[in-house]
T-cell receptor
Framework: DAGVTQSPTHLIKTRGQQVTLRCSPI?????VSWYQQVLGQGPQFIFQ???????GRGNFPDRFSARQFPNYSSELNVNALLLGDSALYLC????????????????FGDGTRLSIL | QKEVEQDPGPLSVPEGAIVSLNCTYS??????FMWYRQYSRKGPELLMY????GNKEDGRFTAQVDKSSKYISLFIRDSQPSDSATYLC???????????FGKGTLLTVNP
């Protein structure tokens, strides 16, 4: 079975531009979460989506937004890019119970490496 | 105090050694405990997942959770060069899916 797939794998942008990253969850997984991983650090939580609704948001500015589609795939959008947005952006999916929370673990894709010049 | 503390290493061991990786956490509301392995330029791969105190074993890997001390460990027996990677501990509460990660420990197993 296919795991979590993310596209593109690598992206180079300049300051002030906008970017859209895409994620397809594992088949049957309805919950999708996004994380930012800066070099040398652990991933930081950005968003969780379940049934097309935002269920959780981390400490990130409003320049970051996301959405989930009826097929449970998701997009992460970042506006007005800053040099500090350079990072590996990870998508994770999981089985979810009622309300979007269960005791199931999250499985990660290989991420999109975003470089800001 | 950070929610999750993990010694970043780096840690270098000879092939066949027993490796011990550790994290401490501050919030007693955390209920689920995970270890992920991350190879260079790859995403985190789930190794171990537990939600109770005690030991859980899977092949050469053993995860240990001590909720009273807020301390979790991962032991790797008979370490192999293919185990060389960054190991991340991750913890979450019961009411949402947010994972809180440690900084990761870079492990190198030398042949």
């Amino acid at each position: 079975d296919a795991g979590v797939t993310q596209s593109p794998t690598h992206l180079i942008k300049t300051r002030g531009q906008q970017v859209t990253l895409r994620c397809s969850p594992i088949s049957g997984h309805k919950s999708v979460s996004w994380y930012q991983q800066v070099l040398g650090q652990g991933p930081q939580f950005i968003f969780q989506y379940y049934e097309k609704e935002e269920r959780g948001r981390g400490n990130f500015p409003d320049r970051f937004s996301a959405r989930q589609f009826p097929n449970y795939s998701s997009e992460l959008n970042v506006n007005a890019l800053l040099l500090g947005d350079s990072a590996l952006y990870l998508c994770a999916s999981s089985l979810a119970g009622t309300g979007g929370v269960s005791n199931q673990p999250q499985h990660f894709g290989d991420g999109t490496r975003l470089s800001i010049l | 105090q950070k929610e999750v503390e993990q010694d970043p290493g780096p840690l270098s061991v000879p092939e066949g050694a027993i490796v011990s990786l550790n994290c401490t956490y501050s919030n007693s509301a955390f209920q689920y405990f995970m270890w992920y392995r991350q190879y260079s330029r790859k995403g985190p791969e789930l190794l171990m997942y537990t939600y109770s105190s005690g030991n859980k074993e899977d092949g050469r890997f053993t995860a240990q959770v001590d909720k009273s001390s807020k301390y979790i460990s991962l032991f790797i027996r008979d370490s192999q060069p293919s185990d060389s990677a960054t190991y991340l501990c991750a913890i979450r509460g019961g009411s949402n899916y947010k994972l809180t990660f440690g900084k990761g420990t870079l492990l190198t197993v030398n042949p």
